[in-house]
């Protein structure tokens, strides 16, 4: 039988201490007390908070576990905070368990907590490829976002011969409409220019490297500010298009709140290549994070925490190598990925888990998920890699380039796509999921 409790990690004493250690007897005549609560729950793990009142520390605590099968595990630890955080992993995806929690030579006990894990996804897709420009000149999509299964933006530059006075047209986008690829030259003061970047909130509200802002019908011309000038925007996130961040080069991170537009120092003068922020429901606020590094010119990474128009730097360790991209869902699934693909659970851990060449071999740019249990990562050579929540699947054969990389990708629902190049031409992979 797989042994299901395998360790407990009392994660991080002074963080999670919510009562005094001590080590004084209890008050005359007061009977301790234990209560369990789910913290959070994946498809192979559990965290489960463990709150006592009344104990003599330290003390030995016997948890228990029920399996749906009848059978049951215990593992003994010694308690030496009032309050602690239980970390169970080795569990089985979408399978029910029941804890309890005993004082060692005690009829002491907590309540009965129920956890059930999730489900794990689908490892298989279909996959489906579309190629752009090539005849004139290299092209290349660095960015992509999905409103609907029938409205994709991807951006770059594009470029196709004809017989115009220079040989050929450039295209900064192309847009799907549920049945075509339409190729999109996009604007600014009358000139096509490269749009690096493409966030979307809904169809009537998305935004082309901070510089235009479509509302579905116009695309709408935005002031350049001195502080979006001489850097070259790489990635953009907000909650509203009052609350905008733009992050790029040299170290560039700038928010706009909907009127006007204020540089955020870094800390760092390398490249920020991504950005990633969600709502915290424990906080009540926006976590964000961005990741920086010079991608190809040095092994220098840094991981930056934004908040309230501020910034400091994070630990990377044990990273060695540069970083890409960075998601995350708050207080239950960290990743930071480039040479390599590194997660925590919770920000308070000391150290990014996983190793350079645990996941795969090449060179992650963009990772992105619908939830703990469905991720994907894509990189160099057309890599693409899927998280179930259990583990991942790698070696997809149909998305692989002969000479080119994934750059960016976006996720929705059943659908994956990924931009990039391959040799001279732009390059789409659609990937649609089949559930099982």
């Given at each position: 039988m797989k042994r299901a409790i395998v360790g407990f990690l009392l994660i991080g004493f002074s963080l999670f201490l919510k009562s005094c250690n001590t080590t004084e007897p209890p008050p005359n005549g007061q009977k301790p007390t234990l209560e369990l609560t789910l913290e959070d729950v994946s498809c192979i793990e559990a965290w489960i908070q463990l709150k006592t009142t009344n104990l003599q520390l330290p003390t030995t605590i016997t948890l228990k576990q029920y399996n749906l099968s009848g059978d049951s595990l215990s593992q003994n630890f010694l308690l030496n905070t009032q309050d602690s955080l239980l970390y169970i992993d080795s569990l089985l995806p979408n399978q029910t368990y029941k804890f309890v929690t005993t004082i060692e030579q005690s009829n002491?006990?907590?309540?009965?907590?129920?956890v059930t894990t999730m489900d794990t996804t689908s490892h298989n897709f279909t996959f489906?490829?579309?190629?752009?420009?090539?005849?004139?000149?290299?092209?290349?999509?660095y960015d992509c976002a999905i409103i609907s299964p029938e409205n994709i933006w991807c951006v770059?530059?594009?470029?196709?011969?004809?017989?115009?006075?220079?040989?050929?047209?450039?295209?900064?986008?192309?847009?799907?409409?549920?049945?075509?690829?339409?190729?999109?030259?996009i604007l600014y003061d009358g000139s096509i220019w490269t749009i690096t970047t493409i966030f979307a909130f809904?169809?009537?509200?998305?935004?082309?490297?901070?510089?235009?802002?479509?509302?579905?019908?116009?695309?709408?011309?935005?002031?350049i500010p001195a502080i979006l000038m001489g850097w070259r925007p790489n990635k953009i996130w907000g909650s509203s298009s009052s609350d905008l961040y733009v992050v790029g080069n040299n170290g560039n991170i700038v928010h706009y709140n909907g009127q006007s537009?204020?540089?955020?120092?870094?800390?760092?003068e390398l490249n920020i290549n991504d950005i990633w922020g969600d709502y915290n429901d424990k906080t009540g606020e926006y976590e964000i994070l961005a990741v920086a590094s010079n991608v190809n010119t040095s092994t220098e990474r840094t991981i930056i925490?934004?908040?309230?128009?501020?910034?400091r730097i994070i630990s990377s360790s044990p990273i060695q190598w540069s970083l890409r991209t960075v998601w995350f869902m708050p207080s239950r699934r960290y990743y930071v990925a480039g040479s390599g693909v590194y997660e925590k659970h919770n920000l308070t851990e000391n150290e990014w888990r996983n190793n350079t060449l645990d996941i795969t071999t090449f060179y992650t740019n963009r990772i992105r998920g619908n939830d703990v249990n469905d991720v994907v990562g894509i990189g160099a050579f057309g890599d693409f890699v899927h998280?179930?929540?259990?583990?991942?699947?790698?070696?997809?054969?149909?998305p692989e380039l002969n000479y080119g990389?994934?750059?960016?990708?976006d996720i929705k629902e059943e659908l994956v796509v990924a931009v990039g190049l391959e040799y001279d031409q732009a390059v789409i992979q659609i990937a649609t999921k089949i559930n099982q």
């Open positions: 002491n006990k907590s309540n009965e907590l129920s489906e490829t579309f190629t752009f420009g090539g005849t004139a000149g290299s092209s290349t999509l770059g530059e594009i470029y196709v011969a004809d017989t115009s006075i220079n040989g050929y047209t450039m295209y900064n986008a192309v847009h799907w409409d549920g049945s075509d690829w339409n190729l999109k030259r809904s169809e009537n509200d998305i935004w082309f490297s901070a510089f235009v802002r479509y509302d579905g019908q116009n695309f709408i011309e935005m002031p537009w204020q540089r955020i120092e870094s800390g760092t925490k934004i908040y309230n128009n501020t910034s998280f179930n929540g259990s583990g991942w699947k790698v070696n997809y054969q149909e990389s994934y750059l960016s990708l």
